[in-house]
């Protein structure tokens, strides 16, 4: 039997409860622990039961102590950040970008965090994060599954509307194997659709973003999916060729990378198929220009996944490409040979990680990259799983706004995470006195917050959960705008402007 789900809400929603699970990895073995809100005894009880977990799985998950930022007067403190901007300034990156994107490894870049590479980080990480605040979740939408806006509003209605970049096509997936709570879908019998959900995005740095950074920069970036704890724990076992080497795959993954359906409405091509059709024309566009351009691949849990295929791909099918893979809490996808061609086809990857986050460690919790001590003795494991690249590693008892405990919701959050990152100088340092993204956001889907703040729980959520009063004054779910209602005709009108010619395209990826 499949082990309990933590559940992993990136987007408001009513179903939220107050408990949160984590899953064992031994088949027809069961560990829950709870975390209501309770007594002092129970929290202890749930304190030793998690303490029993770590051992079990020798994930070493502390009670982290609280380093550092004291403060006296919160409300005074809060006042204060309050009034400070909540990004930090744009630097010039140009001479540097090829540093920034990898080029070395980021050598030197992350211990200390360079300056240049936090907001970088963070950016791709917004990116990321977008996928999930866009995402209707609601299982009484008809629309459930898609992006509650079209492409040409996403970042405006986020408020990333000055992030320099225009979303040029969105992804959708679909996958031939039946995996639990991945697909989302509606309660209704007349649905946009029902087998595709919305997978993320391509998008392209704008003239005046692109002279800051020094190339032309497209961005895909992956969303993640919202039940990590029983989809790492189901994908131990089955691993899959890729490639033409001994590189190996996830075969999940690589289900929802490249599955399609001829009489589906939105996966008569893969989603593998929808990105590299577009990033091949965008490439073409540019460098025809005579650009510099990269590609740079994000997301977070499942998207870090999907983003590492992405990557394979990207640069098996255009060498020379700059390939930078940034992702957040991203499980292990592949075997060694599958990190040692990523490696020979030049992709870059760093992967962010929170060290009590319990996802990076899966799957292959036991049977990983660590086993290659022994190869002297076993020769390489085909179907050892390896983790790629390199790592900015997090600590969550870093930060004096993050509460003790244990919490595999938010230790796993994309938004614990761009704090974090935020924060973060150096292993050896205390949190960021000058950090300048907003701390409420950690809040906006879990519960991580201490209380002194006063953030509420969850807090991330449509207005009066979607309802607004019609004329009559009764409650009714509205109606969707024709422009963001999903439509794979408008997405074929979006194809066919921009193959017109060339002054059409200009005027569809230009500033």
């Known amino acids: 039997?499949?082990?309990?789900?933590?559940?992993?809400?990136?987007?408001?929603?009513?179903?939220?409860?107050?408990?949160?699970?984590?899953?064992?990895?031994?088949?027809?073995?069961?560990?829950?622990?709870?975390?209501?809100?309770?007594?002092?005894?129970?929290?202890?009880?749930?304190?030793?039961?998690?303490?029993?977990?770590?051992?079990?799985?020798?994930?070493?998950?502390?009670?982290?102590?609280?380093?550092?930022?004291?403060?006296?007067?919160?409300?005074?403190?809060?006042?204060?950040?309050?009034?400070?901007?909540?990004?930090?300034?744009?630097?010039?990156?140009?001479?540097?970008?090829?540093?920034?994107?990898?080029?070395?490894?980021?050598?030197?870049?992350?211990?200390?965090?360079?300056p240049w590479l936090r907001r970088e980080i963070v950016k791709y990480g917004e990116f990321a994060q977008a996928t999930y605040d866009a995402f209707d979740f609601d299982s009484f939408s008809e629309f459930c599954g898609s992006c509650r806006y079209n492409r040409n509003k996403l970042f405006e209605k986020l408020g990333h509307g000055k992030n320099g970049y225009k979303v040029t096509k969105y992804i959708y997936a679909m996958s031939h194997i039946e995996m639990p709570q991945w697909l989302e879908r509606s309660h209704l019998m007349d649905t946009w659709s029902k087998d595709s959900n919305w997978m993320g995005y391509v998008a392209v740095s704008d003239d005046e973003e692109t002279r800051r950074i020094g190339r032309r920069d497209i961005v895909v970036a992956w969303r993640g999916t919202v039940a990590p704890a029983e989809w790492y724990e189901d994908f131990q076992r089955n691993l899959e060729p890729i490639g033409i080497g001994d590189a190996k795959v996830e075969h999940g993954f690589l289900s929802i990378y490249t599955s399609k359906n001829e009489s589906t409405r939105y996966n008569k091509s893969s989603a593998s198929e929808q990105v590299m059709e577009e990033v091949t024309k965008l490439v073409q566009f540019y460098q025809g220009n005579g650009e510099e351009v990269s590609l740079t691949i994000t997301g977070h849990s499942l998207g870090g996944a999907l983003a590492l295929l992405n990557a394979y791909e990207a640069a098996a099918s255009l060498p020379g490409l700059p390939v930078s893979v940034i992702s957040f809490g991203a499980p292990r996808v592949g075997n060694s040979a599958f990190r040692d061609e990523l490696d020979g086809l030049g992709v870059k990857t760093l992967r962010v990680v929170v060290k009590q986050d319990l996802v990076p460690r899966m799957p292959g919790i036991v049977f990983n990259e660590s086993l290659q001590r022994f190869d002297d003795i076993t020769g390489t494991l085909e179907w050892v799983y390896t983790h790629v690249g390199a790592e900015l590693r997090l600590d969550v008892s870093s930060s004096p706004y993050l509460k003790r405990g244990f919490s595999p919701l938010g230790f796993?959050?994309?938004?614990?995470?761009?704090?974090?990152?935020?924060?973060f100088h150096s292993a050896d340092s205390a949190f960021r006195s000058d950090a300048r993204r907003d701390v409420s956001l950690v809040n906006k889907a879990c519960d991580m917050l201490v209380d002194k703040l006063r953030i509420p729980h969850c807090w991330y959520q449509l207005s009066n959960k979607g309802l607004v009063r019609n004329e009559h004054g009764r409650w009714v779910k509205p109606r969707r705008d024709p422009e963001d209602i999903p439509s794979p005709i408008g997405e074929a009108c979006d194809y066919a402007l921009k193959i017109e010619g060339q002054e059409s395209y200009q005027m569809l990826y230009a500033s």
């Open 1 to 114: 039997m499949a082990l309990s789900t933590m559940i992993h809400n990136h987007l408001p929603t009513a179903l939220n409860t107050d408990v949160n699970r984590i899953s064992a990895i031994r088949p027809h073995q069961e560990v829950v622990f709870h975390q209501p809100k309770a007594s002092k005894a129970s929290n202890r009880g749930a304190r030793r039961l998690a303490e029993s977990l770590s051992n079990l799985l020798h994930l070493h998950i502390e009670p982290p102590s609280r380093k550092n930022l004291q403060h006296s007067n919160w409300d005074l403190f809060f006042e204060e950040k309050h009034n400070t901007p909540t990004t930090s300034p744009k630097q010039m990156i140009a001479d540097k970008w090829r540093d920034i994107h990898g080029s070395m490894d980021w050598v030197n870049l992350l211990d200390p965090l360079h």
């Open 412 to 423: 796993h959050s994309l938004e614990t995470y761009l704090h974090l990152v935020d924060g």
